[in-house]
Nanobody, 124 residues
């Protein structure tokens, strides 16, 4: 099992940047692809970004493409989400999740393990 702890959320002005990190416990972190999702108040949880087990393949939601970058460091059991040019509509609780897969996964039901979430608030 992969236990995950997110960090790095906070309050930032529109146009600013934040870097989220998700650190996983367990010896099998590098066996899992990782995803970031977010859930805004009153909305469904939605896919943000995906990275495969080695970091060689990434995939983004259209709403964050060219602004967000997902990366991972398997030696540190960490996956990160660099968020630039933030907008008020990026305000949400951000979750990291793990899935044992070799192909891109973008739906909530496909992921096996979830973190507790970290709040990101972007002011106008």
């Amino acid at each position: 099992q992969v236990q995950r702890v997110e960090s790095g959320g906070g309050l930032v002005q529109a146009g600013g940047s934040l870097r989220l990190s998700c650190t996983a416990a367990g010896r099998t972190f590098s066996s899992y692809a990782m995803g970031w999702f977010r859930q805004a108040p009153g909305k469904e949880r939605e896919f943000v970004a995906f990275i495969n087990w080695s970091g060689s393949n990434t995939y983004y939601a259209d709403s964050v493409k060219s602004r967000f970058t997902i990366s991972r460091d398997n030696a540190k059991n960490t996956v990160s989400l660099q968020m630039n040019s933030l907008k008020p509509e990026d305000t949400a609780v951000y979750y990291c999740a793990a899935v044992a897969t070799l192909i891109v996964r973008t739906t909530i039901e496909e992921y096996d393990y979830w973190g507790q979430g970290t709040q990101v608030t972007v002011s106008a």
